[in-house]
T-cell receptor
Framework: AQKITQTQPGMFVQEKEAVTLDCTYD???????LFWYKQPSSGEMIFLIY??????QNATEGRYSLNFQKARKSANLVISASQLGDSAMYFC????????????FGQGTELSVKP | DGGITQSPKYLFRKEGQNVTLSCEQN?????MYWYRQDPGQGLRLIYY???????QKGDIAEGYSVSREKKESFPLTVTSAQKNPTAFYLC?????????????FGEGSWLTVV
């Protein structure tokens, strides 16, 4: 079964608008971390934001915020005030407490920002 | 500059050859990883190492080998046994292996079989 599901293969957003990228996860481990990464066309994988399963508040990092709904097992990434440089692939990933460090990735969402 | 350095950026391999991808980090991280990415896909774990002289197979270890003789270095050898090695390879590291430890990535290496 898929542990991380990103249902949006591609998304478009107008420059300066906000966009939400969806991510749902599946785990029975009470201890887990959720990560979002950005991969531009050059290939490098850039860490954006982290949310821990025990964190009470939603994580925020600059224009990035994570809408964490634990009961629904969702961890959506919200990008505010989109910029042209935000055009990239975005990956949601999870690390479970009992898996010795493995980071499991979703299939990714390709975001295109329109001027 | 602190970070993870992968080399070479582009590598071509002939059928039947072994090739080695280099990965060096100066972040003083204990854990290191190798991931493979195929076009339009997410990443899949090949091998990981929690400490020096120790490593574990990931989900797609067949046809690959690694060593971890130094904390800073985690080279990946793609052997001739790997049937479809053409892919993008990403090395990564983290300070530890708990679920709160962020994994950071290098810039990747493109391997093409010719």
């Amino acid at each position: 079964a898929q542990k991380i599901t990103q249902t949006q293969p591609g998304m478009f957003v107008q420059e300066k608008e906000a966009v939400t990228l969806d991510c749902t996860y599946d785990t029975s481990d009470p201890s887990y971390g959720l990560f979002w990464y950005k991969q531009p066309s050059s290939g490098e994988m850039i860490f954006l934001i982290y949310q821990g399963s025990y964190d009470q508040q939603n994580a925020t990092e600059g224009r990035y915020s994570l809408n964490f709904q634990k009961a629904r097992k969702s961890a959506n990434l919200v990008i505010s005030a989109s910029q042209l440089g935000d055009s990239a692939m975005y990956f949601c990933a999870m690390r479970e407490g009992n898996q010795g460090g493995k980071l499991i990735f979703g299939q990714g969402t390709e975001l295109s920002v329109k001027p | 500059d602190g970070g993870i350095t992968q080399s070479p950026k582009y590598l071509f391999r002939k059928e039947g050859q072994n090739v080695t991808l280099s990965c060096e980090q100066n972040l003083n991280h204990d854990a290191m990883y190798w991931y493979r990415q195929d076009p339009g896909q997410g990443l899949r774990l090949i091998y990981y190492s929690q400490i020096v002289n120790d490593f574990q197979k990931g989900d797609i270890a067949e046809g690959y080998s690694v060593s971890r003789e130094k904390k800073e270095s985690f080279p990946l050898t793609v052997t001739s046994a790997q049937k479809n090695p053409t892919a993008f390879y990403l090395c990564a590291s983290s300070i530890g292996v708990t679920f709160t430890d962020t994994i950071y990535f290098g810039e990747g290496s493109w391997l093409t079989v010719v």
